[in-house]
């Protein structure tokens, strides 16, 4: 948001609180400056949740990364005077944004072959789904990215990537999703991704709906 400082009244230095819906007055560190009036992204919207699936997803495997891979990110790191993990999680959401995909190694280097997919079911429990996704060969997989939407025919993107099945072994891997209407159908589809920033080919669309 843009801020200005204020250097005389616009109603009284100690102003304080929003005009108009458009304007906040406030005080930071003793100092009156106003600012434009932000809303705040609704943390419940879909791009919104498929931001946070893919921070989690990244999250949870550094602590796994090995100590070459982790020093891969020092150097980029260093030019923002940020710690590697942070560095590791901006660059990759950066991609993310740009509808690229994520990889442990900088830069990414997108030369490695995605998992070979098989046996995508989605089950209808008591509010609930329960998505199934088998990788039958590994190759240089990380990941499935999951898309959702209540719509049949939906095109998978970024903004309606709902979450992201860590996928590292030739196994089942399954989801529970429970952010769900009874009644109401879900439409599925999926695509594996390399550690190294490629992405499969998508999977066929696979529906339930939930019941009470």
Do not use: C
């Amino acid at each position: 948001s843009t801020m200005a400082t204020v250097s005389g009244p616009l109603f009284s230095l100690g102003a304080s609180g929003t005009v108009g819906g458009s304007i906040v007055f406030a005080t930071w560190k003793g100092r009156p400056y106003v600012r434009r009036h932000a809303i705040p992204s609704n943390p419940k919207s879909v791009s919104q949740l498929s931001v946070r699936a893919m921070m989690r997803f990244l999250s949870q495997f550094w602590t796994s990364l090995s100590v070459s891979e982790k020093a891969d990110w020092e150097t980029r790191a260093a030019v923002t005077n940020i710690s590697p993990f942070n560095a590791y999680i901006a660059y990759n959401m950066d991609r993310w944004g740009r509808e690229e995909y994520p990889s442990q190694q900088d830069p990414a280097t997108e030369t490695g072959t995605p998992g070979t997919l098989t046996t995508e079911t989605a089950t209808a429990g008591v509010r609930s789904i329960t998505i199934s996704d088998t990788v039958s060969v590994l190759a240089d997989n990380w990941g499935i990215l999951l898309y959702r939407s209540v719509t049949t025919g939906f095109t998978p993107s970024r903004n309606n990537m709902y979450h992201v099945m860590p996928a590292v072994s030739a196994a089942t891997f399954t989801f529970l999703d429970t952010a769900v209407i009874v009644g109401t159908p879900y439409y599925y589809r999926g695509r594996a991704i390399t550690d190294d920033g490629v992405a499969g080919a998508l999977w066929a669309e696979i529906t339930a709906t939930p019941t009470a």
